[in-house]
């Protein structure tokens, strides 16, 4: 299965000798065991600390819930490191951002992923004072950090993964955006430009945009220029993607202590500077009842994973004593959804419909207010975050973590549970997915293979997966009724308004923010890319990324050209 190749590529525990020592079940009563620990430090007795071992098991075993991969792979370590998320600052000095790069080292040992802002580096060609020289600018130190991470494993597993964010109004903006444009340069970087509604405003007015540092403008732009000079590498490369500052910090729990100014690798965590969140994602495809949303089952989750959250940051170890402080500030978590696509399959709504719209707003609000009652009530138990007293939560709304939702991509542990990523449509209904060493697994949607089996006889089911696996969609496939094609869609199948409207439902009750990929044919326009930025700014997202098919050559998700039908699961 899978599953197996996920979790034996890269989470289970292995001997010195390489070879594999613990079974699925082992790691996740591991990882029950090492979380349920901090019962015992709010004076939970064994037999308590024991009951909710058990309950934390039982969530993950049955992969209703699962945590973020640093969590699955390091809880209980001595010293493991269970977040995923961290944001460093860059100051403008080389001890500063030589000190960042030993953190950013130290954290992708640890298996985190970091993101940054470059803003506060001179620009390039600006002079240095202390050496009479010039600033090499923030891409060339890019480019360090960038070399320095492909030295170092994410926990010794993978490369580490960074979010490298510039201003739109920083002076090296044009590099920024250019730094990426040959296929493998950067490759350890993700980018975003940090737009803000003044940028949008001369864009809008069609007016010159200056860019600015220090208080200086260095010249300035015309606004629709730059905006063009991102949509064409956006459309040619999948980056960057935006960030809307503005947007971000509207939504800032604790705006006495900073303004966010950096996400972490996805963007779908916004964080002050040495801040860091551990996520987790509840399954949909299992929230399911009789063709309903079985609410009930869905509150118990997310009740019982916002107590494993909140004693994640009660045990985890932090790379950096700064990390720890800032952390344990606001004890920020990220719980979100994975298998979005699948539940819409199972309960026969289209992606693309308004009812599917209706049905994440309403699911995404239930979340949001289940987590905030277990929030509340751990508040309660155990006092509320110490940075309460400055977030825009005091006086009436006593909590413990000063963020509780966020939508993650899910890439790897909705590999583990068998499901669709985050709140993405599915892919293809069969693709292929390129995993740990190059391995190349086949990925058949379950749900519709249940629907097959449900409705068409073997030989009948057979000639349509025959032609699944071909294209990966329903092309060609005349025997599905057209209610019935509506609703087993694919990515490149549904609209860009679609995917973005979607975004949007989800966001308006997730504290953080909405990790999204606009999939888009290989056909699209630069006029299409525009398109959907400015609709993203108009319905107040925070953040996205597009990708056009074919803008890189080595993509992780694919259609399964010549593939030998098979079914792996």
Not at 81 to 101: H, N, R
Not at 259 to 272: D, H, V, W
Not at 317 to 336: D, E, H, N
Request: proline letters at 6%; one cysteine or more.
């Amino acid at each position: 299965m899978n599953q197996q190749v996920i979790l034996e590529g890269r989470y289970l525990w292995r001997d010195a000798a390489g070879r594999v020592i613990e079974t699925p079940e082992e790691m996740f009563w591991r990882v029950a065991r090492a979380v349920a620990a901090a019962e015992a430090r709010f004076g939970a007795d064994s037999k308590t600390v024991a009951a909710w071992a058990e309950r934390f098991f039982a969530l993950m075993a049955a992969l209703d819930f699962l945590p973020n991969s640093p969590t699955l792979i390091n809880a209980g370590r001595q010293g493991g490191q269970l977040a995923a998320c961290f944001v460093l600052p860059v100051e403008d000095s080389i001890e500063a951002i030589f000190e960042t790069l030993k953190q950013t080292a130290l954290i992708h040992k640890s298996g985190g992923g970091t993101g940054f802002d470059f803003s506060r580096l001179r620009p390039k060609g600006d002079p240095v004072q202390s050496t009479g020289g010039v600033a090499s600018g923030p891409v060339s130190f890019m480019r360090i950090f960038n070399a320095a991470t492909e030295e170092v494993k994410q926990g010794g597993v993978r490369r580490g993964a960074n979010m490298g964010i510039l201003r739109v109004d920083h002076p090296d903006i044009f590099g920024f955006v250019a730094c990426k444009e040959k296929e493998g340069e950067m490759r350890n970087f993700n980018i975003s430009v940090a737009v803000t509604e003044e940028f949008f405003g001369a864009y809008a007015a069609d007016k010159d945009f200056p860019l600015r540092f220090g208080g200086r403008v260095y010249r300035s732009v015309p606004a629709r220029e730059l905006f063009d000079y991102i949509v064409a590498h956006a459309h040619a490369t999948g980056e960057p993607g935006l960030l809307f500052l503005d947007a971000v910090n509207r939504a800032n729990p604790t705006p006495a202590l900073g303004r966010i100014e950096a996400t972490n690798p996805c963007g779908e965590q916004p964080l002050l500077p040495y801040e860091s969140c551990n996520l987790g994602s509840v399954n949909l495809a299992q929230m399911v009842k009789e063709r309903s949303v079985d609410w009930e089952k869905l509150r118990t989750v997310v009740r019982d994973a916002v107590r494993f959250l909140d004693d994640v940051v009660e045990v985890n170890s932090f790379p950096v004593p700064a990390i720890a402080a800032a952390t344990r500030r606001t004890r920020k978590v990220g719980l979100g959804v994975m298998g979005w696509a699948d539940l819409l399959f199972l309960l026969r709504i289209p992606y693309d419909s308004e009812a599917a719209l209706q049905l994440a707003a309403e699911l995404m609000g239930f979340i949001r207010a289940e987590a905030r009652a277990a929030s509340r009530q751990l508040a309660s138990e155990r006092g509320t975050f110490p940075a309460w007293d400055k977030s825009v939560y005091y006086p009436d709304l006593p909590l413990r973590n000063a963020t509780l939702t966020t939508i993650a991509p899910t890439g790897s542990i909705s590999g583990i549970a068998g499901v669709s990523s985050g709140i993405e449509p599915v892919f293809a209904l069969s693709y292929t997915r390129t995993v740990f060493d190059r391995k190349k697994l086949l990925v058949v949607n379950k749900p519709f293979l249940a629907y097959l089996a449900a409705n068409f006889p073997e030989a009948q089911r057979e000639a349509i997966l025959n032609a699944v696996y071909r294209n990966g969609t329903l092309e060609g496939v005349t025997e599905l009724p057209p209610e019935d094609r509506a609703i087993f869609k694919t990515a490149l199948e549904i609209a860009p308004e679609w995917h973005l409207r979607m975004q949007a439902a989800f966001q308006q009750a997730t504290d953080n923010a909405v990790s999204k990929t606009i999939n888009l044919p290989e056909t699209a326009t630069q006029a299409d890319v525009a398109a959907i930025f400015r609709a993203a700014h108009a319905l107040g997202l925070k953040g996205l990324t597009v990708y056009r098919t074919g803008s890189r050559k080595d993509q992780p998700l694919a259609l399964p050209a010549n593939c030998r039908p098979c079914r792996i699961e």
